[in-house]
T-cell receptor, first 112, second 110 residues
Framework: DAGITQSPRHKVTETGTPVTLRCHQT?????MYWYRQDPGHGLRLIHY???????DKGEVSDGYSVSRSKTEDFLLTLESATSSQTSVYFC???????????FGPGTRLTVL | GEDVEQSLFLSVREGDSSVINCTYTDSSSTYLYWYKQEPGAGLQLLTYIFSNMDMKQDQRLTVLLNKKDKHLSLRIADTQTGDSAIYFCAVNNAGNMLTFGGGTRLMVKP
């Protein structure tokens, strides 16, 4: 599992509330990613990080922010959650070998 | 940007071969991957192929790449009920980001 954990694993929240999801890795990988998974869309990239304090936007970044103050933690924040952000969120790390990405177990977020 | 397409659904009988297809648009992709997702779980990397290869075999899995047609396929020999899952192809782009297809749900009937 490449030493990736995500917390919480499940969360139900209300529209307008802030939410932070955490991704933690134990193997000192430089690149980390946040994706969302929705039926029929596969996985879509939200934000990624290429080092401490170095982040960039992905395909569906609107409404999301990220932070990486330590190599091992990559946080995804929904400043004011909306129902359209109900989804399953996956974190991934990238290995330098063959540029392969390995995924965490996911967080199921429901915004009521 | 990159577009990756997969058919939504495939049903096969146990013991038959399964072929899952994927098309993509960006010819500059370096690596192409197949991931498997079981219900309630994350994505598991199954196999990959480098863009200068035509075929790669790994036990029951065979990956075929047709660069001219931008077509990737995954063949699973002797399909088992445990192979029932959603399969995603993913393409590596410039900047080392992945673009995923929408996933193919494989159902294996006993």
């Amino acid at each position: 599992d490449a030493g990736i954990t995500q917390s919480p694993r499940h969360k139900v929240t209300e529209t307008g509330t802030p939410v932070t999801l955490r991704c933690h890795q134990t193997e000192n990988h430089r690149y980390m990613y946040w994706y969302r998974q929705d039926p029929g869309h596969g996985l879509r990239l939200i934000h990624y990080s290429y080092g401490v304090k170095d982040t960039d936007k992905g395909e569906v970044s609107d409404g999301y922010s990220v932070s990486r103050s330590k190599t091992e933690d990559f946080l995804l924040t929904l400043e004011s959650a909306t129902s359209s952000q109900t989804s399953v969120y996956f974190c991934a790390i990238r290995l330098a070998v063959r540029d392969t990405q390995y995924f965490g177990p996911g967080t199921r977020l429901t915004v009521l | 940007g990159e577009d990756v397409e997969q058919s939504l659904f495939l049903s096969v009988r146990e013991g038959d071969s399964s072929v899952i297809n994927c098309t993509y648009t960006d010819s500059s992709s370096t690596y192409l991957y197949w991931y498997k997702q079981e219900p309630g779980a994350g994505l598991q990397l199954l196999t990959y192929i480098f863009s200068n290869m035509d075929m790669k075999q790994d036990q029951r899995l065979t990956v075929l790449l047709n660069k001219k047609d931008k077509h990737l396929s995954l063949r699973i020999a002797d399909t088992q009920t445990g192979d029932s899952a959603i399969y995603f192809c993913a393409v590596n782009n410039a900047g080392n980001m992945l673009t995923f297809g929408g996933g193919t749900r494989l159902m294996v009937k006993p």
